[in-house]
């Protein structure tokens, strides 16, 4: 049981980049997925996740309007579209997920670096 973080890479302010998240091994159709990034000297924080009981979905203030969550059962792989990409935003980016009934299932993936500079 694994989770695969991939689609990082260097871009531009203004450019964008679509992360994947996937569950190699195993379904995330009943995980609540999430995406979390660290920049260099910053505790890591949350920044969108999307739940498979109800479809619903919540992204920080930071970042609301540019990225978006989604997902793909088929493929059990979870995305972050990030357009309008920022310095800030620079990070290692993770993803996270969580069984919905068993809290005890968590899994975190390795880690993808974003890195925002002209």
């Known amino acids: 049981v694994q989770l695969q973080a991939s689609g990082g890479g260097l871009v531009q302010p203004g450019g964008s980049l679509k992360l994947s998240c996937d569950g190699a091994?195993?379904?995330?159709?009943?995980?609540?997925v999430a995406w979390f990034r660290q920049a260099p000297g910053k505790a890591r924080e949350g920044v969108s996740c999307?739940?498979?009981?109800?479809?619903?979905?919540y992204v920080s203030d930071s970042v609301k309007g540019r990225f978006t969550i989604s997902r793909d059962n088929v493929k059990s792989t979870v995305y972050l579209q990030m357009n309008s990409l920022k310095p800030e935003d620079t990070a290692v980016y993770y993803c996270?997920?969580?069984?919905?009934?068993?809290?005890?299932?968590?899994?975190w993936g390795q880690g993808t670096l974003v890195t925002v500079s002209s």
């Open positions: 996270n997920a969580v069984h919905t009934f068993y809290g005890d299932l968590n899994y």
């Open positions: 091994g195993f379904s995330l159709d009943r995980y609540v």
């Open positions: 999307h739940s498979s009981s109800d479809g619903s979905t």
